[in-house]
């Protein structure tokens, strides 16, 4: 179960695109997914479709990790995608029945909504797929440094962020431990009704929840055994650089926004 | 209850690109009644191994045979109970499985898993908590309260109250100290003699293995290298040490006494071994001096 979990999955390679600056990979994708939204006919869907073809076939990484991506979402995608298709009316009529119509302007829009989903989990996945964790969370505190004006904890949420992400296959495993040690005793998990499934739980969540406290008190302890005093006054080991194919990047990007402006209807 | 393992093999995360073959090509059969033990490198297979035990794992391919049990591939995941029941399994640092309220709840959880009755269960965790070797005021207090010891006997209790056949041990005496590591294995050892359980025990501890394991089975990267008896499985000290795995202490000692000229028929795993071997071999002034003393 947890092993086809694709969140949080860093797929060490060399390609261009892992070796872009994290900062400036976080805050591209932030403003294609923004950018994604001036599309609004064929055509420009159309570029962003190349595009994020492109963006991916640069990363070296197989296709099927995206569409994996894509599949956890589908239900909610296909949802959205209906209600747009049977609720929008316009253009062309084919069929009706009361409130629920499926109308040419509907089909155009279902697509598009499919379109925008799909293309926003593909790159956001390619985000994830191509930083590790740890460079993702020193992007955070360095796009967030500019808060501490108004007081904003950024070296605290930066620490808290970079220690989550570095328990996460951790706990994973624990889990996983603890609950074939629970199976071995007897417990179903996922099985019987709600109320037996909801029981079942509690000697998994219990044990999780106190070897957490214990493991934090244990990391505590270790921290400021070896001089952890808090976040200010602190020399960084990894040092975001940012070269010149960042800056091409971020070109390249500004020339996108132009060319989508510039068809958009 | 034999258990037998036909050309298993076992994948990690298979059909992923992440996919990491842990076992493959075990053929290895475990008697009812003995007492193996499983050592091998870490990341050799050995906790992969012992979960298709009961089920936990599946094997990819081949059949892992358990009593009447075929285990396949194709089997399904329900109606593994009875299984597990007979097949008791304690993980490594078995502590972190405990959570209820108090010690006897937590040991009577797994009994009542299997459909034994409260007061039943409750009068069993009683027996087991006596049988771990820990007092019975211990029953009512939280199992967080008790000490790093304490709460793995509390873990194998648990266990123990299933009332399994077959007794799967992964590393129990990991992180105790000396005296906790003898009273752990002297238990192991008591169950497997009175109550005539099948014990497996995956182990670092080649001391271990030579003072109560009746069938040691070597594990190399997902394969197994070598299975037989204790005594024959330790003679080849450079084999094993090549792999980094070790022989007991007395072995190794007796291997340098051997260079120096000392014969043994076969080199001895245990101190009582040794002195025997030895006794005759020494002139007789050295023996009769040591006696005066």
Known sequence: MMNKLLLGRFIPGDSLIHRLDPRNKLLLSFYYIGIIFLAN????????????????????????????????LIWLILFTVLLQVFFTRGGTTYWSWGPIVLSQFGIVNGIYIFMRFVLIIFMSTLLTLTTPPLSLADAIEAILKPLRVVHFPVYEVALMLSIALRFVPTLMDETEKIMNAQRARGVDFGEGNLFQQMRSVVPLLIPLFVSSFNRAEDLATAMEARGYQGGEGRSKYRILTWQARDTWTVLVFGLLTGVLVWLRA | MDITFKDVAYTYQAGTPFESQALHDINLTIAEHSFTAIIGHTGSGKSTLVQHLNALLKPTSGTVTIGERKITPETNNKHLKPLRQKVGMVFQFPESQLFEETVAKDIAFGPMNFGMEATVAAKKAAEMLTLVGLPAELLERSPFD???????????????????????????????????????????????????????????????????????????????????????????????????????ETTEFAARLQQRGFKFDQLPLTEAELAAALAPQLPREVVSQQHDE
């Open chain 1, 41 to 72: 006919n064929w055509l420009t869907y159309l570029v962003l479709f190349f595009f994020t073809l492109f963006a991916v076939y640069l990363s070296n990484i197989k296709m099927g990790f995206f569409i994996r991506g894509v599949r956890p």
């Open chain 2, 146 to 248: 008790l000490s790093g010891g304490q709460m793995r006997r509390v873990a194998i209790a648990g266990v123990l109250a299933m009332a399994p056949e077959v007794l799967i041990l992964d590393e129990p005496t990991a992180g105790l100290d000396p005296a906790g590591r003898r009273e752990i294995m002297g238990m192991v050892e008591r169950l497997h003699h009175e109550q005539h359980l099948t014990v497996v025990l995956i182990t670092h501890r080649m001391e271990d293995v030579a003072n109560y394991a009746d069938h040691v089975v070597v594990m190399e990267q997902g394969t197994i290298a070598k299975v037989g008896r204790p005594q024959e499985v330790f003679q080849d000290v450079a084999w094993l040490q090549a792999r980094q795995l070790g022989v007991p």
